[in-house]
């Protein structure tokens, strides 16, 4: 048994100066191409001035330098402030919070049919005697527009019915013209906000829940003048409240 353990021993130190001695691993070889590329270096061994920020510090930077804007579209004009409530109404229950704003510009007060260019009192006079004759009993002469005369052949609230009266006075072998007729006034415009990120509607969407076109009137949509108009000034909350809006928000000349 002692010849065996010591047997046992010897040759475990022979293999022991076997794998140290005989086999052991040699070097790998070097690449001369992988030899002339710089070491790689962790952040916290870098100088202070070469540390970059990271693409999160990055992507902060760049949101504080160039933030998104929040948009804000003007609805209007309305010629009274009953119906301009009555559109606010309609609006927030779309949940929308629109600012009322007032300012001076102009009313739409119908479209004008008439005949320009009238040089003398006598071509005023054919243009009235051929109106009387075929009984357009509404025709009378406009106050005088510098050189030239005008007759008036009638003051419409509808863009169609004035279209159809200049053709029938066309049929007549006479120039009509029809524009619509604007007057100075107060008018009053409902602002509304929409936050950055959020979808903008359409100017269809605007008008329609502001309740446009509804008796008639029309309604544009349009930038609010500015970033915070110093006049807008918010509106009284209706009684009653719906749900919120579910869509994806969403030229005239002058007349005397």
């Given at each position: 048994?002692r ?31 992988y030899a002339?590329?710089?070491r790689l270096k ?14 999160g ?6 949101l ?15 010629d ?17 919070t629109p600012?009322?704003?007032?300012e ?42 510098g050189d ?22 066309q ?9 619509e007729?604007k ?10 906000d929409?936050p ?5 509607p359409s ?21 609010c ?8 000034a ?6 009653d ?8 928000v ?7």
């Open positions: 048994m010849v065996t353990f010591f047997l046992l021993l010897i040759a475990n130190l022979a293999y022991l100066g076997w794998a140290e001695l005989v086999d052991a691993p040699q070097p790998a070889p070097t690449n001369a191409a002339k590329l710089p962790l952040v916290n061994e870098l100088p202070a001035d070469e540390v970059r920020p990271s693409s510090n990055a992507r902060k930077t760049a504080e330098v160039a933030p998104v804007a929040a948009r804000c579209f003007s609805i209007g004009p309305f009274d402030q009953d119906r301009a409530i009555s559109s606010a109404s309609k609006l927030r229950e779309k949940g929308l600012r009322q704003r007032v001076k510009g102009e009313i739409s007060k119908g479209f004008w049919v008439f005949i320009g260019g009238l040089k003398t009192d006598d071509d005023v006079a054919k243009v009235l005697r051929t109106l009387e004759q075929s009984h357009v009993e509404d025709a009378h002469v406009m106050p005088d527009a030239a005369h005008q007759v008036s052949v009638g003051l419409f609230s509808e863009r169609d019915r004035a279209d159809r009266r200049a053709e029938s006075v049929k007549l072998g006479l120039q009509p013209a029809v524009a007729r007057l100075p006034a107060t008018v009053y415009w409902m602002d509304v929409f950055a990120g959020t979808a903008a100017s269809q969407d605007l008008a329609a829940a502001a309740g446009g076109g509804s008796d008639g009137a029309h309604i544009d949509v349009t930038p003048p500015g970033q915070s108009p110093p006049d807008a918010p509106v009284p909350p209706a009684p409240s719906t749900p919120p809006f579910r869509t994806k969403a030229g005239a000349s002058k007349v005397p």
